[in-house]
């Protein structure tokens, strides 16, 4: 069994800041990467940013510059300058030995004007 629990999400002002976190727990032999997309009401699903066992990093264009990520088995996302088209629910991603892809139960993010 492996779970992948997020914490952190909530309601905030535009300018302000969040942090959500996601820790992989289980029989997990190895993390190969681990990550956080969103999902905005009536859109796909779609990357944020990623973070592999090396510590390369990958950011969605729009996000660039605002939001950090960082860790490994437990792993965070600053969210600095949001706005409120970062509206979403976040959804924790993970790559994992021998489980294969994982996703968390999403957090909900809501920026208002």
């Known amino acids: 069994q492996v779970q992948l629990v997020e914490s952190g999400g909530g309601l905030v002002q535009a300018g302000g800041s969040l942090r959500l976190s996601c820790a992989a727990s289980g029989s997990i032999f190895r993390v190969n990467a681990m990550g956080w997309y969103r999902q905005a009401p009536g859109k796909q699903r779609e990357l944020v940013a990623t973070?592999?066992?090396?510590g390369s990093t990958n950011y969605a264009d729009s996000v660039k510059g605002r939001f950090t990520i960082s860790g490994k088995n437990t792993v965070y996302l600053q969210m600095n300058s949001l706005k409120p088209e970062d509206t979403a629910v976040y959804y924790c991603y993970a790559d994992l030995v021998p489980w294969g892809a994982r996703w968390g139960q999403g957090t909900q993010v809501t920026v208002s004007q």
């Open positions: 973070i592999t066992s090396g």
